[in-house]
């Protein structure tokens, strides 16, 4: 739910922090409309915050015009999710390779295990929820994102960087978008962790060629599944609602059976059927 802000120097900060949290999980949806009106009083500001904060999201592609009804969420793109992997990957096995150099060189020190117990419990407490018990739990959907999240971007600061962070900022939250609407119905994919652990120790081992190749591995296989999950959540969300059947002997007899036609009429219509029993 969006929360009231507090007027700060940084409104629009969090007017943006706050609709982009919105977006990325699930309490705005792909073609929720919203209006500055709407957002303002829900966040109990002003509205010119909340139209710097719509521009930026619209320019990173988080919202689209509708016209003379304000704004709407733009749709999940499995195709971008595509190019956006195609990016990270390369940055990915970069920032892992330049992190184990860097270990290696004495530059900085071996990184202790902290992270990798962190994510792991997050992961395991996960582990004990279904689908549909996990989709509930929004604070845990959140902690598995960002510590997720958390594994890859302390890679880009151990690689002494800082581009590779700056570069893959926004991309991220496109990516976190997406994994909210997957975790949100299908829980999170097993393995995550086992993944970030290898590519973890061949940093800590200052093997670079070995960091690069696991973290190339590990995002080629995040966007496999992440693409196909979001594939079959689309297709869930755009299916038809199923209609009860009927035989062609029932669909005959109901249509011409005035008595059906009426006791249908009554149930739908209580003035009708007010006027009928009179």
Known sequence: MLLNLTVTPDLVQQAYNALLDAICFGELTAGSRVTQEQAAEKLAISRQPVLQAFARLKREGFLVDAGRKGVQVSALDPGQLTQLYQIRGELDALAAGLAAQRVASGAVPVPDDALLR??????????????????????????????????????????????????????????????????????????????????????????????????????????????????????????????????????????????????HDLAHDPALATAHKG
């Open 118 to 263: 962190a994510g792991r419990q997050t992961e395991a407490q996960s582990a004990t929820q279904s689908a549909r018990q996990f989709a509930m739990q929004a604070e845990s959907l959140r902690d598995i994102v960002a510590a997720d999240i958390g594994f890859h971007t302390t890679l880009y600061r151990l690689s002494g960087n800082p581009l590779i962070e700056t570069t893959l900022a926004l991309h991220w939250q496109h990516l976190r978008r997406v994994m909210g609407a997957v975790l949100q119905e299908q829980g999170a994919r097993r393995g995550i962790w086992d993944e970030h652990a290898r590519i973890w120790r061949a940093v800590q081992q200052g093997d670079a060629l070995l960091a690069a190749q696991l973290a190339r591995k590990h995002t080629a296989q995040a966007a496999d599944a992440l693409s196909a999950r979001l594939q079959t959540a689309l297709a869930q969300q755009a299916a038809p609602a199923s209609m009860p059947l009927r035989t062609p002997a029932q669909a005959r007899t109901q249509a011409r059976d005035p008595a059906h036609d009426l006791a």
